[in-house]
């Protein structure tokens, strides 16, 4: 069954070919639109390879994979939309754990999901990896939080011991 106008207001930026690249941190970017299937438990998964943005002490780039993957419940984040916000953290300069948390926040206050979890896989600076996870759950998937974390966590150590 297809979307219908009504479904799909809100989105703009989709099919859009005069976007412009946000040159600055832009939350505001970020569109929804209805999840048709609330009633269903299943995690819609993110994937942005090429993640950048700026030491906030020495303005040197960082590069990331940054991981997303949530549970939605009314409201799902627009996958343009969710582009051009990463983007906008190209100039943007934070550490690799603050980017990661405000991912994650940015998207819980847009959506309201069930679950939700940001991953980063900063490349080694100065002979470091860094791998911030934030995650969030309500009331019914506090177990799950638990559970993911540790994963992240094992995924970590075993990352670390390959080398």
């Known amino acids: 069954m297809s979307r219908n106008d009504e479904q799909l207001n809100g ?9 412009k690249y946000p040159t600055e941190y832009a939350p505001e970017i970020l569109e ?6 609330p009633d269903n438990e299943y ?14 002490k020495t303005g040197q780039p960082d590069f990331a994979k940054i991981v997303i993957n949530y549970i939605p419940r009314q409201r799902m984040v627009e996958s343009k939309s969710l582009k051009l916000y990463l983007f906008s953290f190209r100039n943007h300069g934070d550490f690799h754990e603050d980017c990661i948390n405000i991912i994650m926040k940015d998207l819980v206050k847009l959506m309201d999901p069930k679950y939700i979890e940001v991953v980063g896989f900063f490349t080694p600076r100065g002979g470091i990896s860094i791998f911030p996870f934030a995650n969030y759950g309500d009331d019914d998937h506090q ?10 966590f094992e995924y970590g150590i075993k990352d670390m011991m390959k080398r």
């Open 43 to 56: 995690l819609v998964s993110f994937t942005c390879p090429e993640f950048t943005s700026l030491c906030p």
């Open 143 to 152: 177990e799950m939080v638990k559970m993911r974390r540790l994963a992240a």
């Open 11 to 19: 989105v703009t930026l989709l099919g859009n070919t005069g976007v």
């Open 32 to 37: 929804t639109f209805i999840n048709k299937h």
